[in-house]
């Protein structure tokens, strides 16, 4: 049976795979709602142990090590999760992403494991969101992102769950916090940008960073 979240929410809490300040592990555990990314860094005293979401990257090579990891479907932060979200369409993943080369196509890599991880994860009886292409498109335009660099500059899933939860999880009583953004690592994406645009969202009161 799929689980699913419902409520109204008073704190969601946004924890990324940066560093985070020591003692905030119980403001992370009691929020409504906990989302984490990925490999989420589960440190107890440190990042708290509770997750609701996680954001889970379903192209390249990192996902393909996921579904072919056995254990990985195993940890706290997956096994906990009632919902999996996969930030990028499989259309954007086919026009945008980088392709393997011929040599690691042969070796079975590809660029969209869209629907290996849906398989995967609706077998685990969680709920699971794709973003759409539409909300693709808007936060490269809300990042200064142009058409021309499409296929060299990608929205972080980081950003790209910032603003999902902004603007679909999140009312006007509702407190969204974030920890653990170091805004910097994979050269593709645009970190600057992505860091202004936060920055806006904790100015209009619309996001604050947990301390």
Known sequence: MTRSLSGLFKRIVIVGNGPVRPGVAHAIDSADIVIRFNEAVII?????SKTDILFLMNSGKSMQARLETPSYWQEPF????????????????RQYHPRPNLLSRLKGRKADWTAETLKKVQALGKKTTVLSAEFYYETCRILDIST???????????????????????TDSTRVEFCGFSWQGWKRHSWGNEQHWV?????????????
């Open 199 to 211: 920055d806006e969202q904790i100015q209009q009161g619309r996001i604050f960073p947990l301390v």
């Open 148 to 170: 021309s660099d499409f296929s060299k500059i990608f929205p972080s899933s980081g950003v790209l769950a910032i603003r999902y939860v902004i603007e679909t999880l999140g």
């Open 78 to 93: 997956v096994r906990d999760a009632k919902e999996i979200i996969l930030p990028y369409h499989p259309s954007i993943v």
């Open 44 to 48: 107890p005293e440190l990042t708290g």
